[in-house]
């Protein structure tokens, strides 16, 4: 057996005769525990997060998106539907038309966005499974509407009130100057049919109606769109979908994946996730001091038996190294039981919701290979690291 390695574990296993020294070492111990387990939680609870944050995302947004570089409406011709259909990857394909407008009910305003979508639109995007009261868009109703949870909740409006429409208004195209305020929008009254919920931001911002609807509202022709909403089969084969429309597409378009369209929320996820991080691991490296200060402890409570080693030929180098293995293995010990710990929290959380945002929605945590890895890499790297430190603490004055 290696020297160094079987003295650190002589001294790493067996109590020091100076009680102080084991109380030390002790608290050190518990201290990288607790250490590794609070950065294993945080590390799955962002994990959990992102992937419930971005579950909506994937609700709301397709998975590639073509507008024009150019104004806010396109004409979809033969030439480009045939593209869609050519490229094998593309499961389905959406007309949409997005328009900002003013809506009116019972007196109460709100102004957001009217998104009109055809009848492949929920093979493209599953927001109709959010829809929770009445239903989805549907033939039988040709003036209903679907609106958010926000807007229903500011202008107070119910489904299937036949009574009272929900006026919608837009300006009207044109150039020049306006004579006659009444004239300068045009109506049309709708008929809410269901509300959906999905966040916060998204239900105060959309409105749902049919894409014949938005075209008659907005003065459009037949082919005339906003943007075309794609699924594809396989995802990671996005970016070579991409590449192939926009070579025969030409620079007329912007092509842009749910993660383009959505960079701001990703970068803000990202720098929260590594925020965390480096907090975290900042406490940890405060933990690993007690690290120090127990191999320091140990060093000059071991003073006696060190020269004894040096006298029989242990090198400077060979004594260093017993305290780096010490350390280094009380880095692992603590590692090894604050990791196993984190997993089975995050698997008990998982199973049995323990912890609970709300009544009905257990916190998010998520069991990622990527999470163990760092969480072990970063203790192993602070652990050596402070065991190195508090070795450089031995000197030949120390031992002769």
């Known amino acids: 057996m290696n020297f160094p390695l079987y003295i650190a574990k002589r001294y790493l296993f067996s109590k020091s005769s100076n009680n102080t020294i084991n109380i030390i070492t002790g608290i050190a111990t518990v201290g990288v525990i607790i250490g590794t387990l609070a950065l294993f939680i945080v590390l799955s609870g962002f994990s959990g997060l992102r992937s419930f944050s971005v579950s909506f995302l994937n609700t709301a947004d397709p998975d590639i998106k073509i507008t024009s570089v ?39 305003t709100h102004i957001a966005f009217i ?10 995007n599953s927001i109709d499974t959010t829809v929770y009261v009445g239903t989805w868009l549907d033939p039988k109703f040709p003036l209903g509407v679907v609106v ?28 020049g100057y306006i004579t006659k305020p009444t004239n300068a929008f045009k109506k049309i009254n709708t008929q809410p049919i269901g509300v959906f ?8 911002k959309f409105t749902f109606i049919s894409l014949e609807l938005a075209q008659e509202l907005l003065s459009y022709t037949p082919e005339q769109i906003s943007a075309i909403e794609i699924k594809v089969s396989n995802r990671t084969e996005r970016d070579q979908i991409i590449t192939n429309l926009k070579s025969k597409l030409g620079n007329q378009f912007t092509i842009e994946t749910r993660e383009q369209l959505n960079a701001v929320f990703y970068k803000m996820l990202n720098t929260e996730n590594l925020a965390s ?18 191999i320091i402890m140990m060093i000059l409570d071991k003073r006696d038996n060190l020269k004894t080693l040096y006298s029989i030929g242990a090198t400077m180098k060979e004594i260093k190294q017993v305290f780096v293995l010490q350390g280094f293995m009380l880095s692992v010990f603590g590692l090894f039981v604050g990791l196993s710990l984190g997993i089975a929290l995050v ?37 050596f690291l402070a065991s190195k430190i508090a070795s450089s603490r031995i000197s030949k004055k120390l031992v002769e």
């Open 148 to 175: 958010g949870n926000g807007i229903s909740n500011t202008l107070s409006i119910g489904v299937f009130d036949f009574l009272d429409p929900l006026k919608i208004y837009v300006p009207k195209p044109g150039k």
């Open 277 to 294: 991080y480096l907090i975290f691991t900042l406490i940890l490296i405060i933990a690993l001091f007690n690290v120090i200060g127990a």
């Open 115 to 124: 998104k009109g979508v055809d009848a492949n639109y929920t093979k493209v």
């Open 70 to 108: 150019k104004g806010k409406s396109f004409f979809l011709n033969d030439s480009i539907q045939e593209i869609l259909k050519n490229e094998k990857e593309i499961v389905s394909y959406s007309k949409v038309i997005e328009e900002r407008a003013f809506f009116e009910f019972n007196e109460k």
């Open 197 to 204: 919920a999905l966040t916060d931001e998204f239900d105060s």
């Open 347 to 383: 698997l008990l959380q998982m199973k049995y919701h323990l912890f609970m945002i709300t009544q009905h929605l257990a916190y998010p945590v998520e069991l990622t290979l990527l999470n163990v890895i760092t969480v072990i890499i970063t203790i192993l790297i602070l652990g």
